[in-house]
């Protein structure tokens, strides 16, 4: 029998439910603001832990999205729960009611929730909190679809802590913290945290499927904003125009010019289509020379870019407007760049060791049939690894994806990447031909992940577990 998921909501605006995030205090701004600006979609307003008389329109994610995909996931209300229970159809074994705290924009997911002003016990009626104490089935679950690029910390856990000691919850299982940055299972290891679910949600893998399971249905061609994205669907095994492809986009995210200078200095920036835009943000810090600490970047490192720059600076593909680009399709692109070149270079959000978490940034040379290097955080490859997809060891040496010091790391990737770049037309096209099985393989995975809804029975794994009394 399949699991049935309600959401539980405690109140219905004009809108829809009303998502959580907000406490008694704020509640009232939230049905005045629906009300005097007939606000037609779902959200809470959240207010910034930095002033708190700033508030901020947030969308949840994670309810939403296995709403639309799944028909055994559902809203309710609290009204309505005790009438589910009556009915014939009700399990309790296999039935989850969720109170879902979802990511917000207002700070960082951990810095909001953190804030000593946003108890738990003020987001819920206290009717939901009752039920949330008497049945096993009813489940706290804090899940952030976002990037993992800001600090997950203790403060947060211990919060959860005193909640379930505040109200008597001793079972395990009864609350979920969940983001996209592997990371987070440290936080598993500390006994403290037993009755808290841990775990990784890896959204972007299990999401990326999606779009290639829409390509296909729309005859590999969709059209937005005035732009067609579409998917290499089949290997073209002719000479390229160029040997890889590189995304940059944003350069004031200093890994990603720190890396471009490393291809212009190895000779190989030519070989390479690559997207770089001037933005007022990087362009003012190499004016003020301000300083990346933990990627190791110093006055040095500027003082060269400052020499380079004006050799290779700024870099476009198709279009160079930032704030245009900026609107474009996350997973998706067009195939020509893709079908232009052997292999990809991919620039993911940062390069610091203290996150590793995969983006769309990742799974696009997935998506396209192609091999890629990476350059983003240490482990990102055997991160891959773990959930079930091959990479290229077999053909290049892939260890600067455990190497923790980003310059280091950078260094051996482009000495692979130089060689790989030596190599003749005939010798890339046999080398892709054997890479063929790979590429396909890791092209299915990622469909197969999302056709077999692999996000959402990751987390209905981890609930469904023997529960343990402490």
Known sequence: MKKRVYF???????????QFGYNRHTLPINVMNQIDTHIDEPGVLLSSPHNPSEFNFQQGMFADEYINQNDEWMTTTVSEVDGIMESNRYNEKETFFFIVLESTNAASFFEY????SNKFEDMFSPRLLEYYKKYENFKIVMIDNREGSYPHTPVLFEKVNNFLDNNGIKSN???VISTCNEHIIKFKKDKRNKRIIIYNNDFYVYKSGQFIVET????????ENGYNYSLQQNLIFDEKEKYYLMYNRNSARLHRPYFVNGLFENGILNKGIISLFKTDDFDKMLKDEKLERTLGITKSDYSNWKSNIDKWYPLVIDNGNEHE???YHNFLSRKDEYEKTYFSIVSETNAESEYLFITEKTLKPIMNLHPFFINGNPGILKHLHSIGFKTFDKWWDESYDLELNFKKRTEMSLKEIKSICSKTPTEMIEMIKEMQPILEYNKNLLRELFVNGEFENKLL???SEPTELI
């Not at 929730?113 to 000593?116: F, L, T, V």
Request: hydrophobic fraction near 35%; charge should be neutral.
């Open 173 to 175: 299982r009864k609350f």
């Open 113 to 116: 929730y953190e804030n000593p």
């Open 8 to 18: 539980v909501y405690d109140f219905v605006l004009p809108n829809g439910p009303l």
């Open 216 to 223: 296909e249905e729309r005859e590999n061609s969709i059209k």
């Open 461 to 463: 794994k981890q609930l």
């Open 325 to 327: 680009v900026a609107w």
